[in-house]
């Protein structure tokens, strides 16, 4: 009987690794998850398993510990390839706690690069972000527009772990720049689950609409943007799940490392999108315009040219659906009564 490429999936639990997995399984492959949970809950795998109809191997570890992650690899036999998702996000908890996030985001980067290396594993799939291009002086930006000081610790960690994939992993690795990444599934059985206040605007929307939060504040209208509010490229979570099926078909003909923009190629400022969501949700959103807050840049979408030539992949998806799958998730949250 022919068997699935395996595919490890360190945080494969969380938002984007949580949808990658539901690919993974449409597109042939058998993926193995490694998670703590630091940021997700268990019972995603159970709602993983009922979408798919799969029953999915994982494994409650974290994947800097060398030693238990050397002898899961032992356990498996032959692996394909790694999607290595793990890592803190929140801006603002970086800045507060530096020494947690270098020592998780690139501790877990250098463990997955010495395993990958150790098991001889040809693919290794990294999620970096379009923050390593801070605010670009042309737009859109292309995968050679010059990366800028990053405004915090978290940003540093996904410049430092793409020199660290160059410097280190010479079999074939695919560094992905994620944009903005929204949405749900379209099953309403896995999304964002932010813990505590939210950062991103997607989340704070929804909470906001179902009353989990008082009111969305709107920083700044100032800008030099068509509307004043901020502009971000936004993508569908599943069109970005897409994207790491493709680059692991890339690196089955390909065995350098290559480094992609993630994004729609199109910029959406935050009032469109309150705009958007109003419309969707026939709801009226309390928000407050307030001053513009440190730290936030004024503008940013990519340029996907690259990755929907070589990669052969495109955003399929626009705000519109991905606010009615957010809405939808946050809608089943309150229904059920899961806690993010
Ligand atoms: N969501 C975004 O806006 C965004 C944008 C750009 C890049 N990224 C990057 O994409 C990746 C995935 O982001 P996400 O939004 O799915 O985040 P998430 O927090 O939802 O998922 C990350 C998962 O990794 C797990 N994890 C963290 N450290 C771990 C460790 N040491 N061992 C095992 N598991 C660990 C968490 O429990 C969580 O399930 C991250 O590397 C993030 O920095 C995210």
Redesign the pocket.
Known sequence: METKPKIIV?????????HTVVELLAAGYTPVI???????KEWIIDRLCILTHSSIMYYN????NYETMHEIFMGLGDISGII??????SVSESVEFPIKYYD??I??LATMIRLAKDFNIPKFVF?????VYGQAEQLPVTELTPMQKAESP?GYT?QVGEQLILDALQQGAVILR????IGAHSSGLIG??P?GKPE?LVPYITQTAIGKRAQLLVYGNDYNTPDGTCLRDYIHVVDLAKAHVKSLQYLDKNKDTNTFNVGTGRGNSVLEMVKTFEAISQLKLNYKIVNRRSGDIEQIYADTTKANIILNWKAEYGIKEALIDAWNWELNLQELKLSA
Not at 61 to 64: E, H, L, Y
Not at 84 to 89: L, N, S, V
Not at 127 to 131: A, F, I, L, R
């Open positions: 360190t945080g494969g639990a969380g938002f984007i690794g949580s490694i998670d703590d949970f630091s940021n997700s570890v974290d994947c800097k290595h998702f793990a890592a803190y996000k998780n985001n501790g877990s999620s970096s972000s379009c923050t978290y996904k994620y944009f903005n990444p964002e689950l813990n991103n």
